[in-house]
């Protein structure tokens, strides 16, 4: 187990909670996100990863620092494929582009709840139960099957189980009503299109987390390289999405290039799970071959979106 001093979970707690006032803050008023901004904030969030994986690098050490810097960006390349699902979101329920922060930032705070306590299951049962490490890599190979058969594309927002469960619990209106969730209207609460627009977001986060929690722990069962590397790739995933608007479909081979990456973490959970339950002898893949990975087919995978555009 890595000795973490409790001082440096004391610091990612504190840079969290403040990143989440200042960002909400210095979005109070709603107002359409543009690209310059979107940049920006990117640029703001990643400064933050990176700085924190440098204290990783010189408090804990290299290895810790490569395994924050592997699962950060793992994580990172991930959260694109919630991007796409977030578009098709806020085009089925129509969401004015003036919300869209709004909306993205509670997704945002209900995923780094969620996430955290799957990857606080996750870690704990792959402590105790070594042999788990099989069913994550079959998760993680059923999910690159679906993407390469492009399945997740029959994904509804308005039929979901979550958004169908709040019409059954609170009536929701057909109309917007600015930024608010709530509204009374004949004497009686009803929930706006713009909370049923954050179940789907958090909804489909939980859906993601499957692909998610088992990845990194192939690159680390630390519960600190785990929740941190999580959550700074979850806390600027809110510019990401503003940042690529309109660009996602430019970037068509990006899904086969995230699909090879969860296959190749895949067969690393499987390497990884023979060493400890079947044989020593079994070699693994070092940290630093699986961030080089996922940076060259990362890359590849935009060149050559960029290199060959779709069609039409």
């Known amino acids: 187990m890595l000795d973490v001093p409790w001082w440096l979970w004391a610091v990612f707690g504190a840079v969290v909670v403040v990143s989440l006032a200042v960002d909400l803050l210095a979005h109070r008023d709603t107002h359409v ?15 933050l990863a990176v700085a924190f994986g440098v204290v990783v690098f010189l408090v804990l050490g290299t290895t810790p620092g490569v395994e924050y810097t592997t699962a950060w960006l793992l994580e990172k390349s991930l959260s694109v494929d919630n991007l796409f699902v977030f578009a098709l979101i806020f085009g089925y329920f129509r969401v004015p582009r003036a919300y869209q922060h709004r909306v993205l930032f509670f997704g945002v705070l209900g995923a780094l709840v969620f996430r955290g306590l799957f990857l606080a299951a996750g ?15 079959a998760v993680l190979f059923w999910s690159t099957y679906k993407i390469l058969k492009e399945e997740d594309d029959s994904f509804d927002p308005g039929r979901s189980l979550a958004v169908r469960l709040l019409r059954k619990v ?12 709530f ?19 958090e909804a489909a986060d939980l859906v993601f987390a499957v692909d998610s929690v088992p990845a990194v722990l192939a690159v680390s069962d630390e519960p600190f390289i785990v929740y941190t590397s999580n959550a700074f790739a979850i806390l600027g995933l809110r510019a990401l ?16 290039g995230l699909a090879l990456i969860l296959a190749f973490i895949g067969v690393k959970l499987v390497l990884q ?3 400890k339950v079947i044989s020593s002898s079994v070699p693994e893949i070092p940290s630093p071959v699986s961030l080089a990975v996922i940076v060259v087919v990362l890359a590849g995978s935009v060149l050559l979106s960029l290199a060959r555009p779709r069609e039409g």
């Open 33 to 47: 996100i543009g690209f310059r901004e979107a940049a920006a904030w990117s640029g703001v969030w990643v400064g």
């Open 123 to 137: 870690v704990a049962v792959v402590s105790r139960f070594t042999a788990v490490l099989f069913v994550f890599a």
């Open 170 to 181: 609170v009536p929701v209106r057909d109309e917007y009503a600015g930024a608010h969730f």
């Open 183 to 201: 509204v009374r209207e004949a004497g009686r609460r009803v929930a706006t299109p713009l909370l049923a627009v954050v179940v789907a977001i």
């Open 241 to 256: 999405y503003f940042l690529l608007a309109g660009l996602l479909d430019r970037f068509h081979y990006l899904s086969k």
């Open 273 to 275: 799970a023979s060493h």
